[in-house]
């Protein structure tokens, strides 16, 4: 295996030194841009399929994409534990090890996915029926799971590559990888979708090329730029996988608390009808493509704090905390504003109108600035995966999935229909962005204090 002096500056851990709001920033602008490229196929996706003018259709995009979505969690939060050791590692002075752990976690990302793609394609009936999809818009929606399922696993892959990227700084390359689902899906979706004729399967086929692209830009860039991806062995991961595992599982269960809220969310939009659903489903695609800044940061702060964590200096893990939450909550509001003054446009750009149009406009005029507080979150769980307490990142969002969620939408729901749903929801993110804030805080504090050199 190559040693550290061979990839020289590949290795170095360059978040120790400069302005950790410039690092703030250059890590999480690429990295939104990176993550931003897999929200922009969903949308893709929605955009193309709301010109065939079939409600059911966007219905199913909706049903089918909460589980897309938590295929996506799943990968993110194996990722999490590939760009949390690979920086620990790194900032610890140890790049020997930290290529280790990019080899073991894109192994156990692969695992994880491949068992889900199974675990999809042999009850996806009984799920969607559980989310409450009923009729043509259930039919269409295990159409296009069906046939995207497959290309799951590769998407594990390539997230696993690029967050051993991040780790190593490598923000570009980790873009890179990113971008190529976006560019691969927006170039095949019309074609499959109007030229072939194949409909939400041609839109599902295109989802599955383009991650199986992805994968093999992330490889190309961990193997043969970085040199950073030795060859796998048994030994070798069952060395790393308790490790992988402690940060890996509390993550993928932070992160599936994401679609669990959509789904539950889908789940109380269901009553009303195919059209409230619809404008669900516009909004879930439109907020990770407006906001996916906000999506980014856990996964681009985490490796600041984690290379500054490694090298016990906690007054540059404190400072990046701090800007973190600043950069979120000025972003959150900018883009708020920016959909407010284009809400009308939106609803049309996606072809609902009618109650699912006044539920669109209603979201972008009163629920998107309380954005800003699941940034606040999304950076507190950063810290919360690479300050060794992953546990509490699962606490905290499954806390806001459940109880910020459930009993907030009920009471919403009996008190103003589909959009006390709505303001129920965010009220209960603004609950858990203070709390989780607060909670962060305090664990660097602790850290800070029982540290040897008190730094």
């Not at 989802?207 to 030994?235: E, K």
Request: proline share 3%.
């Amino acid at each position: 295996m190559t040693n550290s002096s061979a990839t020289g500056t590949n290795t170095q851990a360059r978040f120790l030194h400069g302005s950790t709001f410039r690092h703030v920033v250059i890590m999480t602008l690429t990295g939104a841009l990176g993550l931003m490229t897999l929200f922009v196929v969903d949308l893709a996706d929605l955009y193309f399929l709301s010109r065939l003018g079939n409600t059911d259709l966007t219905a199913a995009i909706g049903f089918a994409g909460t589980l897309d979505f938590a295929n996506l969690s799943l990968s993110i939060g194996s990722g999490i534990a590939a760009a949390a050791l690979v920086a620990r590692y790194l900032g610890a002075g140890n790049p020997q090890r930290a290529r280790e752990f990019a080899t073991s976690t894109m192994l156990v990302s692969f695992a994880f996915s491949a068992a889900y793609t199974i675990l999809i394609a042999i009850f996806i009936g009984p799920i969607l029926s559980l989310l409450g999809a009923t009729g043509e818009a259930a039919r269409l929606a295990k159409l296009f799971i069906w046939t995207l399922s497959p290309g799951f696993i590769f998407l594990g892959g390539a997230l696993a590559c690029s967050f051993s990227l991040r780790g190593l700084g490598d923000a570009k390359r980790a873009m890179y990888i990113t971008m190529v689902t976006a560019t691969v899906t927006i170039i095949l979706d019309p074609i499959f979708i109007f030229y072939f004729g194949w409909g939400i399967q041609g839109a599902a086929a295109a989802n599955a090329i383009s991650c199986i692209a992805a994968f093999g830009v992330g490889y190309y860039a961990l193997r043969h730029v970085h040199d950073f991806l030795p060859p796998a062995s048994w030994s070798g991961l069952k060395r790393d996988l308790p490790e992988i595992l402690s940060i890996a599982l509390p993550a993928i269960l932070t992160q599936l608390a994401t679609p669990f809220a959509a789904a539950y969310m889908n789940y109380t939009f269901a009553p009303f009808g195919n059209e409230i659903v619809a404008a669900g489903t516009v909004v879930n695609r439109v907020v990770p493509v407006a906001f996916g800044i906000i999506f980014s940061l856990s996964g681009s702060v985490g490796p600041i704090i984690g290379q500054n964590f490694g090298a016990r200096n906690f007054t540059r893990v404190n400072r990046t905390l701090r800007d973190g939450i600043a950069f979120a909550f000025l972003y959150a509001l900018v883009t708020s504003f920016i959909l407010f003054l284009f809400r009308h446009e939106m609803a049309s750009a996606f072809s609902v109108t009618g109650r699912a149009a006044e539920l669109v406009v209603f979201f972008a005029t009163y629920i998107a600035a309380s954005w800003a507080f699941v940034g606040a979150q999304f950076v507190a769980m950063a810290a919360f995966n690479n300050l060794g307490k992953p546990g509490y990142s699962t606490l905290v969002n499954w806390g806001k999935a459940t109880i910020g969620t459930i009993p907030f939408a009920i009471a919403g729901a009996a008190i103003a229909g589909a959009e006390g749903i709505m303001v129920g929801i965010a009220l209960g993110g603004i609950v858990f962005g203070v709390v989780s804030v607060f909670m962060a805080w305090s664990l660097v504090k602790k850290l800070s204090a029982s540290s040897p050199s008190g730094a």
